[in-house]
């Protein structure tokens, strides 16, 4: 189902949280919120959920404006970063919950739920006796069961150790195209974003900055703050305006355009990060495959870059 927010307006005391945001997002997407904090992400799902009211703005789900509506009666369900379960219940108690609140059938769905999850025999169990993982996947399960066309995810993963983000994102993104729904992310983590979503939308000051295919937004950035937020590119200023360069774009040599000489080299497992400064006391910053040889500190070098490389960000 599609969600559209219209000049979206929300102040807490002299705090400005979303300042005329537009969105919209697309049936069965998966849309991630990207952004510092305090750059509106979370606010937003709270308004579309229901739980906070915009001061002005407009907030359709589908085709029915949301204004009024309390957060039963929307046609979304939230997943909060704390999971919330409810620790005196069992695992499939606390994935009927909400079937029960509705009067919809109960066991067969559950024992739908529990296999798709990957947690089939685990019904009986309390949420004290399930790894993190699995209590984020009961979180879902239970988010998912009376279907809801929408589904917000406030930072779903954050409490997971690196070790299990990775896997249990994959999770989340099989049961996104598995069931259909539409998913809207909240993250602050850049990687979560490139690897699970279908669109990105960056956030700051209460403001879309650029939206689009995680591909496009890194590769193209449109503004000063999403070269700089997603991937931390290096920034060129000339007569001609500001430009974003990546660093794996950036190539060291004995020829070139720039002229630097190189600071830190930091090896980081799948690759090399090179500090270098040009004559003009600018740091740069280039990235070269695991397996390189990379240069001694304090070697002279030259950069370069191919034609295209570097990209015109707006004012």
Not at 111 to 121: Q, R, V
Not at 166 to 178: D, H, I, P, S
């Amino acid at each position: 189902m599609s969600l559209r927010v219209e000049g979206l307006h929300k102040r807490f005391g002299a705090i400005t949280a979303l300042d005329g945001l537009d969105l919209e997002v697309h049936p069965g997407e998966f849309l991630a919120l990207l952004g510092g904090s305090g750059s509106g992400k979370s606010t937003l799902l709270r308004l579309v959920a229901g739980f906070e009211t915009p001061d002005a703005g407009r907030i359709r789900i589908g085709d029915r404006d949301m204004a009024g509506l309390p957060p039963p009666r929307r046609p979304c369900a939230m997943m909060f970063q704390s999971y919330a379960l409810f620790p005196h219940m069992s695992v499939a108690e606390n994935i009927g919950y909400g079937l029960r609140r509705a009067g919809l059938p109960e066991r067969a769905r559950v024992e739908e739920l529990l296999a798709l999850i990957g947690l089939a025999g685990y019904g009986a169990r309390r949420p004290a006796q399930l790894s993190g993982g699995q209590q984020q996947r009961v979180a879902l399960a239970r988010a998912l069961a009376t279907r809801p066309p929408l589904l917000l995810l406030d930072e779903p993963l954050a409490a997971l150790d690196a070790g299990l983000r990775a896997q249990t994102g994959a999770e989340l993104r099989r049961l996104q195209r598995e069931t259909g729904t539409s998913f809207v992310m909240v993250t602050h983590d850049q990687a979560e974003a490139l690897g699970l979503a279908d669109r990105i939308a960056l956030l700051a000051g209460g403001r879309l900055e650029q939206i689009g295919p995680p591909r496009e937004v890194y590769a193209q950035p449109a503004t000063r703050f999403v070269a700089e937020f997603l991937g931390a590119a290096n920034l060129l200023e000339t007569a001609d305006g500001v430009f974003a360069l990546r660093p794996e774009r950036l190539r060291l040599g004995a020829t070139g355009r720039l002229a630097a000489r190189v600071g830190q080299v930091a090896f980081r497992g799948d690759d090399w990060s090179v500090a270098c400064v040009t004559a003009a006391g600018q740091l740069l910053r280039a990235t070269l495959p695991g397996d390189a040889v990379p240069p001694e500190p304090d070697a002279a070098v030259m950069l370069d870059w191919d034609d295209g490389a570097m990209v015109r960000l707006r004012a």
